[in-house]
């Protein structure tokens, strides 16, 4: 038995019947890790007594006859701009280098309450910001699928450890994509939950208006397993909010599981395929894949129905002026006195201003700085009204578009990226060409509704031969229905 391809429920199946043990099971992965991290590079930090001890503490509960939760002795690995109690937290850059958590994330201290193993922190774009993780001040992370390319980002250390099979699921973030556009070049299930679904206390921010936090796995089902782990109100973030709504819709699908469950779920379902997500620049296999995926859900007896999301042309404008301006205001904290130190110290500094140059210009990368820049920009008096409050109400009208869609559909498909898995080093130069990446996932963050990326299958091998490379399905559903977008995830799979 190949431990490291086992689902959640297969996990705790073995755990329970003792086919083997947590702490085996815990090694297993590490070992993996030690053999496969120099190449793929998914993970920053292996906290590897913090895993054996739990791994025994779930082990010794085991033996002494408790019954254990599904997620105990669970591998699994943290985005490293989520905090893990005295474990490093560097959020990909240099001014977090030698920070170390004083406490526990909400998710982190829900998972540890189940038993889960953390097992290290994962690589991403610094501060999240990119989509590549080659914008991580410790280097790039590969793509398990082809190490030549880019496994996305900015959680791209956490899907690529699921897709090397170096961890049962990871926790990712996305402000912008982060979660989906990985997932998807990497072949993995990636969820952004509703804005508010998941408590981001002790995310390290980036754009508070759009972060959220999710799960990355191998399935749906243990994408499920985990947000419902995650998921709910916490009094230390006061944007997230009770998902009673979710419980609802599960218990209405219940009550009518006859005629079968899965075709009547299907059968009752319009779906939505925006007309402007499918113009000039996306990859034609991309489209290829995507329409293949559309066409199967008709035949499992989806109505499909084209529909208009008018103001997508100005999502990626929005995005920025709305991004940067909240990043700008976010990384104002990292001053080289309260986090961070100068390094070099045969530097002269002057004044207390120079100081703060000296730090930040040392500390950040250049597209961090970049972002700091326009942000602190579109906010100087003056421009505030022409960008950032403009952007706002461009927001809005994206936010109608959605609500006027939904009224038509139930669901929304459409791609993760408009092309695969791009070569290292390709797009890095290039910002603009990079933020492309970013062009169907934005609108979500925008307007907080939730999200899954699917694998729905491979693009024709490029003509060196080898696989296709990985495409990845949009599901996108109305606020807190997270589980209808998983259940119709799922049928995918299973047809
Ligand atoms: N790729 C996007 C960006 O560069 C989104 C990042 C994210 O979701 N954290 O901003």
Request: charged share 25%; proline share 5%; hydrophobic share 40%.
């Amino acid at each position: 038995m190949e431990l490291t391809n086992l689902t959640i429920a297969q996990i705790h199946q073995g755990l329970i019947k003792k086919d083997f043990s947590a702490s085996e099971l815990c090694k297993t992965f590490l070992d993996k890790i030690k053999e496969k991290n120099k190449e793929i590079f998914a993970f920053l930090q292996v906290c590897e007594d913090l895993a054996l001890s739990k791994a025994k503490e779930i082990d010794d509960m085991i033996l002494a006859g408790y019954e254990i939760p599904l997620l105990a002795g669970v591998p699994s690995a943290i985005k490293d701009n989520i905090l893990v109690e005295n474990i490093p937290c560097t959020a990909g850059s240099k001014i977090l280098e030698d920070y170390i958590a004083p406490y526990d994330a909400r998710v982190v201290k829900k998972l540890k309450d189940q038993g889960v193993v953390i097992l290290g922190k994962t690589n991403l774009d610094e501060f999240a910001m990119g989509s590549s993780t080659e914008n991580s001040a410790f280097g790039p992370t590969r793509n398990p699928l082809d190490l030549t390319r880019v496994p996305g980002g900015s959680s791209g250390g956490s899907a690529a450890a699921v897709a090397a099979r170096l961890s049962v699921f990871t926790l990712g973030s996305d402000t912008g994509g982060s979660i989906r556009q990985p997932s998807s070049f990497c072949g993995v299930v990636g969820l952004k939950p509703t804005y508010g679904a998941v408590s981001r206390y002790g995310l390290i921010a980036f754009a508070s208006s759009l972060d959220q936090i999710g799960p990355i796995a191998k399935t749906v089902e243990d994408c499920q397993i985990v947000f419902n782990a995650i998921k709910g109100k916490d009094e230390m973030d006061s944007t997230s909010v009770e998902v009673s709504k979710i419980e609802n819709y599960r218990s209405k699908r219940r009550a009518s599981s006859s005629p079968p469950l899965r075709r009547s779920v299907i059968e009752n379902l319009c779906i939505g395929v925006p007309k402007e997500y499918f113009v000039k620049g996306i990859n034609p296999e991309v489209e290829r894949v995507i329409k293949l995926a559309i066409k199967k859900y008709e035949e499992m007896g989806a109505y499909i129905k084209e529909i208009s999301l008018p103001h997508t042309e100005y999502a990626l404008p929005c995005y920025a002026v709305i991004s940067c301006p909240e990043a700008s205001a976010n990384l104002a904290r990292y001053d080289a006195i309260k986090y961070g130190e100068i390094k070099n110290k045969k530097l002269k500094i002057k004044s207390l201003f120079d100081y703060y140059l000296i730090a930040r210009g040392e500390g950040f990368g250049a597209e961090v700085r970049r972002r700091i820049m326009l942000g602190t920009y579109a906010l100087s008096a003056g421009y505030y009204e022409a960008y950032y409050l403009r952007a706002q109400k461009i927001r809005t009208l994206i936010k109608n578009d959605f609500e006027r869609a939904f009224k038509e559909v139930d669901l929304i498909f459409a791609p993760v990226s408009p092309f695969l898995p791009f070569k290292i080093g390709e797009r890095i130069n290039d910002p603009l060409s990079m933020y492309l990446s970013d062009i169907y996932t934005v609108s979500v963050n925008l307007v907080g509704f939730p999200a899954l990326s699917l694998p729905i299958g491979k693009a024709a091998p490029l003509q060196n031969g080898g696989d296709g490379l990985p495409v990845g399905l949009q599901i996108i559903g109305k606020p807190f229905e997270e589980d209808k977008i998983l259940e119709i995830g799922k049928l995918y799979a299973s047809n």
